[in-house]
Structure formats: C-alpha cells, structure tokens
C-alpha cells in the first residue's frame, strides 16, 4: 500500500474533500490532470475550480474531529502521509458529518489499528434495484483487507437508527441521535496525536455528496 495520493503537492498540509466516490484535492488552473468544476451553490457560486481526483487515499490516521461550519458539520480525518521523498506531509481530508460515507467510514471506527497505515478507497456505485441511483461509500482497508463496520443493521450495538420526522409538513428522516452517538464515539477513541493544522487554513468548497445513507 503507498501513502499520499500518486500527483500531489509536496509537503505541508494538503486539504481534500469527498465526492461521488472520489478524493478531490482543488488546485492551480493549468495543474497536470486537474479537471474544471462550476460551483453550484455556496457564495462562490458559478466559479470556475480546478481539482484533482483519486480513488485511494493511504496513511497512517492521526486524528478525527468534527466541526460545525457555514456548510454545516463535518467530519475531518487527518492522515499522516509522509514518505522520504515528501518529509512532514499530512492530508485533511474533509466530508458532510450526516454523509452515508462519513457514517460508514465512523462505524468502522472501532476495528481500526492506528498503530498502522490505512487505505482508503472511494467508491460510487449503482443500485441494483434502483437504476439512476448511485450509493457512495468511503471504505478503509489495513492489511490489503476491507475492515467491516463495528455497527449494522443487524447488530447496532447501541446506535441509534435514523427517525421519520416532519418539517414543515414533509415527512424527513432526522439523524440527529446517530451523530451525538458518533462524536462521543470520536471523543472516546484515542488517536496517536492531535492534529497540528495550521492557524490559518483554506476551507475547502466542497459540494457533498451525501446520497447514500447506509443506517
């Protein structure tokens, strides 16, 4: 398994968002392979972006932290991607909390060995019984071995299912006790260190996709 992402910057902080599958890092106009995006939506809407995309990201985890922003809360996973030829290299990775791959990377949570690097992987897939509908997952590997969720359907050991609510009239799933459950999950998991961002940092424009929720 390698670290880092194959044509990144070198060095410092890389700071990426998760769309549709992909790990998605926004560069330079002109980039080697970045691909253009128009903004739908936030208050840079209509600009043009220019972005990087991988389908695996490698790492060792170093910390895990969640944050309530102007996009609302996200999760925040910082890896450790130094190598020889790029000392002192760490990715923040960034995604919608209530995301289906947000969720699905925290029921994982507890079965992950931080002494050790992990393998991301993206994944964008369609429905078998819904075509047109695509499911979108965030899965770590350790060991060239997919780690299953600690939480399911099927044994939720103490989590909490989504609940049908109505808001204005319109029936809603709420997810409201599911993420109080997975940030007190995040408070109590010892990480090798806490992150060492720094003061001042670029948030990323993400667009999230957050079209599958698996609970």
């Not at 809603?172 to 006790?177: H, I, L, N, P």
Request: cysteine-free.
């Amino acid at each position: 398994m390698s670290r880092g992402t194959s044509n990144s910057e070198t060095g410092g902080f890389k700071y990426l968002s998760f769309m549709a599958g992909k790990f998605v890092q926004r560069v330079p106009e002109g980039t080697k392979g970045a691909e253009p995006r128009e903004l739908k939506k936030g208050p840079k809407m209509g600009t043009i972006i220019h972005e990087l995309k991988f389908d695996k990201l490698g790492g060792q985890i170093l910390n895990v932290e969640t944050e309530t922003s102007e996009y609302g809360q996200q999760l925040h996973i910082y890896l450790d991607v130094s190598t020889i030829e790029e000392p002192d290299s760490k990715i923040k990775l960034s995604l919608s909390l209530s995301s289906g791959p947000a969720k699905g990377f925290l029921s994982r949570l507890p079965v992950i060995n931080f002494a050790e690097d992990v393998e991301l992987r993206g994944f964008h897939i369609e429905k078998k019984d819904k075509p047109g509908k695509f499911g979108t997952y965030l899965v770590p590997y350790q060991n060239g071995q997919k780690l299953i969720s600690f939480y399911s359907r099927e044994e939720p050991k103490g989590l909490p299912q989504m609940v049908q609510i109505k808001v204005k009239g319109v029936p809603t799933w709420d997810d409201t006790d599911q993420l109080e459950f997975f940030q007190a999950l995040i408070k109590n998991t010892k990480f090798p260190e806490e992150s060492e961002e720094p003061a001042v940092a670029p948030t990323p424009e993400a667009e999230i996709d957050d079209s599958d929720l698996p609970f």
